[in-house]
């Protein structure tokens, strides 16, 4: 959501409503690194373990990953 200090959503219309936010105003650029990000939300994903809330992590990429390997570590 853009939102460093609270990056959560409120249910799958804050998803939504942020998605159109990144599609306004997101520039891709290179390189494109996606395993700190997915680590970073991994972890933050590992702290709730009593199933009260749910992570989604939306990746847009312009097609060129730069860090491959570590991406397909950090998602397996």
Do not use: W
């Amino acid at each position: 959501n853009n939102n460093v200090d609270n990056p959560s959503c409120a249910g799958i219309e804050g998803v939504l409503e942020s998605y159109l936010q990144s599609l306004r105003t997101v520039q891709l650029y290179g390189p494109t690194n996606f395993a700190p990000v997915i680590n970073q939300v991994a972890g933050v994903a590992a702290q709730v373990t009593d199933g009260s809330q749910y992570h989604v992590l939306l990746i847009i990429t312009d097609g060129v990953i730069s860090d491959m390997l570590q991406t397909k570590e950090a998602i397996v």
